[in-house]
Nanobody, 123 residues
Framework: QLELVESGGGLVQPGGSLRLSCVAYGFTLENYVIAWFRQAPGKEREGVSSITFSGGRTKYADSVKGRFTVSRDKAKNTVYLQINSLRPEDTAVYYC????????????????WGQGTQVTVSS
């Protein structure tokens, strides 16, 4: 059974940082592109970053460039999203997703999705 599990979310003050993790179970991410999406209440799901697991090629939405960093650990079959300088507008459920189509970019048509982890930015 293929499964993606996110963790690392929580409540953080503005200006703080978080590192989200996405672990794959039941399959290797080696031939996949993995993306992070977020969805705030009442808003559409937004792709924020992606990485090709084998080559490490990254992509970022303009809204997060300079604050978000995506990386992967091949030995742990895990992808991370480092989020710095958090803002209240970053509050959302963050999802990781995986797909074999490298050209998919940040479109929300990924085959496999995790259950999400809540990030809340508030003082």
């Amino acid at each position: 059974q293929l499964e993606l599990v996110e963790s690392g979310g929580g409540l953080v003050q503005p200006g703080g940082s978080l590192r989200l993790s996405c672990v794959a179970y039941g399959f290797t991410l080696e031939n996949y592109v993995i993306a992070w999406f977020r969805q705030a209440p009442g808003k559409e799901r937004e792709g924020v970053s992606s990485i090709t697991f084998s080559g490490g090629r990254t992509k970022y939405a303009d809204s997060v460039k300079g604050r978000f960093t995506v990386s992967r650990d091949k030995a742990k079959n895990t992808v991370y999203l480092q989020i710095n300088s958090l803002r209240p507008e970053d509050t959302a459920v963050y999802y990781c997703a995986a797909d074999r189509r490298v050209s998919i970019g940040l479109r929300p048509h990924y085959d496999y999705w995790g259950q999400g982890t809540q990030v809340t930015v508030s003082s």
